[in-house]
């Protein structure tokens, strides 16, 4: 897939990602909002873990296309994390904070675009929660969950009812943001995931599409030198080694500098390689260490 293609299709999957988690069906299926509160958590989570990277390996971008990768990636993890953030209740801080240290610690690392196994299982671990507690919600049942008491459960008795199990996690209706006639799980559920899937897809194809962007960019500047000279530069300094040298959003200028900078430093080493192999005693080993044929006894 092109770069152009993979930006576009991103940037249609983190819009999808994004209305899949702005919506509730009621029973009715009338559709209702969810409010703001849940983006802004989500910007806020991919702000922080965008600048805590401190500089992108891709640079800043340098054209429009570069632009819109770097705007649709944003959009794609806000989005994906507002999507799997529980609506309330206290334990919509405790996920809020985790995932921003888990992705900010991530961007930290260099790892600026993609989700790192810890904060992908978060996610999704997330996700399985807040399905758990919209589902608590659409049956009438307003807690986490209920947890039997040991022998007092078991006694035939009307007076201990309230003592027979132990809510957990109590919420209200209010407190989620739900729909006034209430929710119908099935559509919010599929919705849910569909939009779970779309966002984890559109921050892949963005990652792709913006490190082939860059990969192009420079081959195009490849192309304007003589096909021997491009050879050769491509030769020293490999396309899959572009990314870690740093090449990745220079401009034109700095980037035919660096280039430059890279083939004269690689075709000295390799000329200093050249002329030490030459050495006697370079020759001497190289003799012994070739393989000899068996002469018998």
Do not use: N
Not at 117 to 130: D, E, Q, R, S, W
């Amino acid at each position: 897939m092109s770069a152009k293609d993979a930006i576009a299709l991103g940037c249609l999957l983190a819009g999808l990602c994004g209305v899949c988690g702005a919506v509730w069906v009621d029973p009715d299926l009338a559709i209702a909002g969810t409010g703001h509160a849940a983006l802004a958590a989500g910007v806020v989570v991919a702000l922080v873990a965008s600048l805590a990277s401190g500089k992108s390996p891709l640079g800043l971008p340098q054209d429009a296309m570069g632009v819109v990768g770097r705007v649709g990636w944003f959009a794609a993890q806000a989005f994906l994390v507002a999507l799997v953030l529980a609506p309330g209740g206290a334990w919509l801080f405790v996920e809020l904070l985790l995932l921003l240290v888990l992705l900010a610690r991530r961007a930290a690392t260099g790892a600026w675009l993609g989700f790192g196994g810890a904060a992908f299982a978060t996610l999704v671990a997330a996700l399985a929660f807040k399905l758990w507690i919209l589902h608590q919600g659409s049956e009438g049942r307003w807690q986490v969950a209920s947890v039997p008491v040991p022998i007092i459960s078991s006694l035939p008795f009307e007076a201990l009812e309230p003592l027979r199990a132990v809510e957990l996690g109590l919420f209200t209706a209010d407190e989620l943001g739900l729909p006034p006639a209430g929710l119908h799980y099935g559509f919010v559920a599929l919705l849910l995931v569909v939009g779970f899937a779309c966002g984890v897809a559109a921050t892949a194809l963005l990652a792709h599409g913006a490190r082939e962007h860059e990969d192009d960019r420079i081959d195009a500047l490849l192309s304007t030198l003589p096909a021997p000279l491009a050879r050769s530069v491509e030769a020293l300094v490999p396309e899959r080694e572009w990314a870690q040298l740093g090449l990745h959003g220079l401009p034109e200028r700095k980037l035919a500098r660096r280039l430059e900078e890279l083939v004269r430093e690689r075709a000295r080493a390799l000329e200093q390689a050249r002329l030490a192999t030459r050495a006697p005693e370079v020759q001497a080993w190289l003799a012994l260490d070739q393989p000899t044929k068996d002469r018998g006894p």
